[in-house]
């Protein structure tokens, strides 16, 4: 059974930082394009950024929004110089192995707060 | 402002037949398959359509299609359980992003 459970989130001031983990299993982690994906409060679905699979030698792309302050490594997603508006759930989320642009499965999401 | 254009709100009675749209242009829709999510009242999203084909487990009054640069998700016998948002998302190879519709909130009457 696919299984994808996010940790790591909570309440940060802005400019600071935090790292999101998502914990895979059953599946093999490395043959899947791995996606993150939030939701601000009220809002809908935006995209964070997404890594290859290894047969793509795990290249990430990232949303405008977060360009050059996130970071995906592996499972996890590092989030640098934080503002209010990166307040949201955060999901994990796979592609389809075929066709990667659909996502298959998502995690249950953990919540990310940048407050003063 | 979303890359793809979603109706805000759509209703329909239990049984009735309902159909949301998603629209986007040649370098996402036009390209590639489309993707629905379900949420219901905020919780995680589901997969319930790829493109027209359904995801293990959906059952078989969802149904997709795509003309062009505009994707359909159609539900048909509406259940109460349907009430949902319902996003749409694919790939976009101009922007070289994910893209996401803003949206419809599906109210079973």
């Known amino acids: 059974e696919v299984q994808l459970v996010e940790s790591g989130g909570g309440l940060v001031q802005p400019g600071g930082s935090l790292r999101l983990s998502c914990a895979a299993s059953?599946?093999?982690?490395?043959?899947?394009?791995m996606y993150w994906v939030r939701q601000a409060p009220g809002r809908g679905l935006e995209w964070v950024g997404r890594?290859?699979?290894?047969y793509n030698i795990y290249t990430r792309e990232y949303g405008a929004a977060v360009q050059g302050r996130f970071i995906i490594s592996g499972d996890e997603l590092q989030m640098n110089s934080l503002k209010t508006e990166d307040t949201a759930v955060y999901y994990c989320?796979?592609?389809?192995?075929?066709?990667?642009?659909?996502?298959?499965?998502w995690g249950q999401g953990t919540l990310v707060t940048v407050s003063s | 402002q979303s890359a793809l254009t979603q109706e805000a709100s759509v209703s329909g009675t239990v049984g009735q037949k309902v159909t949301l749209s998603c629209t986007g242009n040649?370098?996402?829709?036009?390209?590639?398959?489309v993707g629905w999510y379900q949420q219901i009242s905020r919780g995680a999203p589901k997969s319930v359509m790829f493109?027209?084909s359904l995801p293990s487990g959906i059952p078989d009054r969802f149904s997709g299609s795509k003309s062009g640069t505009t994707a359909s998700l159609t539900i048909s016998g509406l259940q109460p359980e349907d009430e949902a948002d319902y996003y749409c998302?694919?790939?976009?190879?101009?922007?070289?992003?994910?893209?996401f519709g803003g949206g419809t909130k599906l109210t079973v009457l």
């Open positions: 998302s694919t790939w976009d190879h101009s922007l070289r992003a994910q893209v």
């Open positions: 890594t290859r699979n290894r």
């Open positions: 040649i370098n996402n829709i036009g390209s590639y398959g």
């Open positions: 059953g599946f093999i982690f490395s043959d899947y394009y």
């Open positions: 989320a796979r592609g389809e192995i075929s066709r990667e642009w659909y996502i298959d499965y």
């Open positions: 493109g027209n």
